[in-house]
């Protein structure tokens, strides 16, 4: 049985903390790294969050002040002008539209009642020159 001299023990020991050691930087180092990425992304959502609340206070102030204009043409009676105009030109577009079906059956029935030719019932000419009447 061989026991360890005493350079031996020293150099395992030497070893064995020379290797905790370049173990330790190593993972020191990937820590670092990992902590250094995690507080980019921090710093990227604190950014995001006050962009976000700046946003939502620029969107409040827009929607007081369109809601104030809103009120404001309400009590102008805008509104109420620009729906009854909407409705005045609804009913002129309806009365155009009947107008012109009017006009087309018209047109129709007097073209029907020019049409002296006697066509056959299938709409078709006759070929047949000689034929009599």
Known sequence: ?????????????????????VAW?????HYRG??????AQFEQAERAKQKAQELAVQSRQQV??????????KRD??????????????????????AKEKARAALVAQLDAADTSERPAHGFADTQPMRQR
């Open 1 to 21: 049985m061989s026991t360890l001299s005493l350079s031996s023990a020293l150099f395992v020991v030497a070893a064995t903390a020379g290797g905790a050691g």
């Open 25 to 29: 930087l190593a993972t020191s180092l």
């Open 34 to 39: 990992k902590m250094a990425e995690f507080g």
């Open 64 to 73: 007081e002040a369109l809601q104030q204009a809103l009120s404001e043409a």
């Open 77 to 98: 009676g805008v509104i109420q002008n620009a729906a009854a105009s909407a409705r005045t030109e609804a009913a002129a577009a309806q009365a155009a539209k009947v």
